[in-house]
């Protein structure tokens, strides 16, 4: 499909009615909306399928339902490659606390942040003495005795507040920025045995666009922060951070100084990305970090977005980590045009019949190998896969034909090395030839990509 | 301005009230083409409105609506014959579409507009309609210049999630 700009899609008499409104902003009234069939197909669109007219609707909204992500995949927004990372690390010692930033990076325009924040000096458990209250008088109900804690002084202080901390911005002007901070996480842990307490924030904020700023913290430490701009080309330039297997090449960009949060950019190589249908994208799969002190980290996903994924390492440890590897790919595609389908020949309830069938979808070749209809009305697929060693079929998704007035389920299993898939609600297909269009494809590429983890 | 009123005015009268509209409109487009296509452009704006003053109906909106929309469409039919995209969104801001189903892409994309804000629609038409400067945006709509800027970029984040949930994939932004 050629590109085209979103505004040329527009009518006249939109672009007309838009004009109005947006010059009169904001006195304009919203005017008179006509109940037209553009809101109409949106609220169709809405998937609020609370119709008074269940037909109608679900007519409209099962066109739709096509484009929509199926199960299992990554989600249809495809992720920024543009990194800004800083040049140094940041942490300060202060009266208050000592303060460390585990990471901060921008990944577009959104910016991830985590901040630690340590305080000593808290009341230890040691500090605190128990004593039994007064022996009870003779015929005293004993059930509301309770034992108190205080400390050799008098009664115990009350406990020191549990530090918090606070996250804020200023611009090159030094003028605040106003930002939500609607993504966050907080941790705190208290250790009575040390009479320490660590406090931690992570953030994600969106639309942030800043490259030069002041990170301030509790309104009294401030670290001058400056991004810079890291060139995606330089993902693959560098062989201590890219490693290629299988036809796939995966790139490494750590996020922070001791890797343990880092980006992983898979892409296809040669004829493999030849191969790949239009619109595929991929990830990495089963990913573990060694630290200096030899110890394996399996690493946790984190932003993960089609084409480019962030990990980390649970609980951040301090050791600096030393190498990264991955076990595999997962190569994801969602065909706006079905490439191909799976022919289904008549059957009755209750009967099953071989198929013999080769769809070579360029990465993988799909063997159907049976189809069967129960006397329920479910309709299934059985069907085999053809491919190197290390390569197998992980997701596939088909279109059905339409099961109205129904609640349709699907239902994909693996089964033996064979992949069985079904739809109920069938029952009207009974005699009839189908076809099923494949709509969703993803397959595994297992291997070894291992790197130094630079940083 | 009714009908009745439009053709009161006289030629002098509607040309010193309306030739500003017109080459603000026109000059949000063709930015970075030679001045002279602005003025080119408001003139055969007015010249079309003086010479076919019953063209306008007034039910579809006010007399400045009429004059910005001529505006656009001449300004956008120069840019073709200059064989350029509009310079007035940097190549990052604008928002092509390059999936989706090709019967339906008009419908939903007014669709999505319908479901935006009042502000939120102003936004659009102002940035992606006018290609209008962050600073005249902000006089216009009672913000500051750098909340234009994070509001157009959510804008564009929205419309994009939005679009996308209906099948339709969108580039930029």
């Known amino acids: 499909m050629e590109k085209r700009e979103l505004t040329r899609y527009l009518s006249e008499e939109t672009v007309a009615r838009l004009t109005e409104e947006a010059f009169?902003?904001?006195?304009?009234?919203?005017?008179?909306?006509?109940?037209?069939?553009?809101?109409?197909?949106?609220?169709?669109?809405?998937?609020?399928v609370a119709a008074v007219n269940f037909d109608t609707v679900y007519a409209a909204v099962r066109e739709f339902l096509y484009f929509f992500p199926g199960s299992g995949a990554a989600g249809e927004e495809t992720a920024s490659l543009e990194y800004w990372l800083p040049t140094q690390e940041y942490a300060a010692a202060t009266e208050g606390g000592e303060y460390f930033v585990s990471y901060l990076y921008r990944r577009g325009d959104v910016l991830s942040l985590r901040v630690e924040k340590k305080v000593t000096g808290l009341p230890k458990e040691e500090d605190r003495h128990f004593e039994e209250v007064p022996p009870l008088l003779e015929g005293e109900d004993s059930s509301g005795a309770m034992t108190l804690p205080y400390t050799e002084n008098g009664p115990a202080a009350p406990d020191r507040a549990l530090p918090e901390l606070s996250i804020a911005f200023r611009d090159e002007n030094g003028a605040e920025l106003d930002l939500p901070q609607d993504e966050r996480r907080v941790f705190a842990v208290h250790d009575e045995t040390e009479g320490t307490a660590v406090f931690a924030q992570e953030l994600e904020m969106e639309d942030f666009i800043w490259e030069r700023f002041t990170l301030v913290l509790d309104g009294e430490v401030e670290f001058p922060v400056e991004l810079f701009k890291v060139d995606p080309e330089s993902y693959a330039l560098s062989?201590?951070?890219?490693?290629?297997?299988?036809?796939?090449?995966?790139?490494?960009?750590?996020?922070?100084?001791?890797?343990?949060?880092?980006?992983?950019i898979p892409a296809p190589e040669a004829d493999r990305a030849e191969a790949a249908p239009a619109g595929s994208y991929w990830q990495a799969l089963w990913v573990e970090a060694v630290g200096e002190s030899g110890n394996a980290y399996p690493a946790e996903t984190v932003n993960s977005r089609p084409g480019c994924q962030e990990f980390y390492i649970p609980g951040l440890p301090e050791e600096r980590m030393v190498s990264v590897s991955a076990g595999g790919i997962l190569e994801s595609t969602r065909y706006e045009k079905p490439p191909a389908a799976i022919k289904v020949p008549a059957l009755e309830p209750g009967e099953e019949?071989?198929?013999?069938?080769?769809?070579?979808?360029?990465?993988?070749v799909l063997l159907p190998q049976a189809a069967g209809l129960t006397p329920e009305g479910e309709l299934w697929v059985r069907l085999a896969w053809e491919g190197e060693e290390g390569r197998r079929l992980n997701q596939l998704d088909l279109r059905w034909p339409d099961a109205p007035k129904e609640t349709w389920i699907s239902h994909n299993t693996l089964q033996e090395g064979a992949f069985l898939l079904s739809h109920n609600g069938m029952a009207a297909q009974a005699g009839k030839k189908t076809s099923l269009p494949v709509t969703f494809l993803s397959l595994v590429q297992e291997g070894q990509w291992s790197f130094p983890a630079a940083g | 301005m009714g009908a009745e009123e439009l053709e009161s005015l006289t030629d002098e009268e509607l040309d010193a009230r309306y030739r500003p509209v017109a080459q603000a409109a026109a000059r949000g487009l063709l930015r970075g083409l030679p001045q002279e296509e602005a003025e080119e452009c408001a003139n055969d704006v007015m010249l079309r409105l003086l010479t076919h003053r019953e063209r306008y109906d007034p039910e579809r909106g006010s007399l400045a609506t009429y004059v910005r929309v001529m505006a656009r469409t001449e300004a956008l039919s120069r840019l073709r014959r200059w064989n350029s995209r509009p310079p007035s969104?940097?190549?990052e801001e604008e928002l092509y579409i390059t999936g989706?189903?090709?019967?339906y892409i008009g419908d939903i994309v007014e669709g999505v507009l319908e479901s935006l804000s009042q502000r939120e629609r102003a936004l659009f038409t102002l940035r992606f309609l006018y290609g209008m400067e962050s600073r005249e945006m902000a006089r216009r709509l009672g913000m500051t210049?750098?909340?234009?800027?994070?509001?157009?970029?959510?804008?564009?984040r929205k419309l994009k999630k939005l679009l996308a949930q209906r099948g339709i994939r969108v580039e930029g932004g």
């Open chain 1, 24 to 48: 009169s902003f904001p006195a304009a009234e919203t005017g008179k909306r006509k109940a037209s069939r553009l809101l109409a197909l949106a609220a169709c669109l809405a998937l609020v």
């Open chain 1, 239 to 264: 062989r201590s951070v890219t490693a290629s297997c299988a036809g796939y090449r995966l790139s490494l960009l750590p996020l922070n100084e001791n890797g343990t949060r880092f980006a992983l």
């Open chain 1, 353 to 364: 019949k071989t198929l013999d069938q080769r769809i070579d979808l360029g990465n993988i």
């Open chain 2, 89 to 91: 969104l940097p190549l």
């Open chain 2, 100 to 103: 989706g189903p090709e019967e």
């Open chain 2, 145 to 156: 210049g750098g909340g234009v800027d994070v509001a157009v970029l959510r804008l564009r």
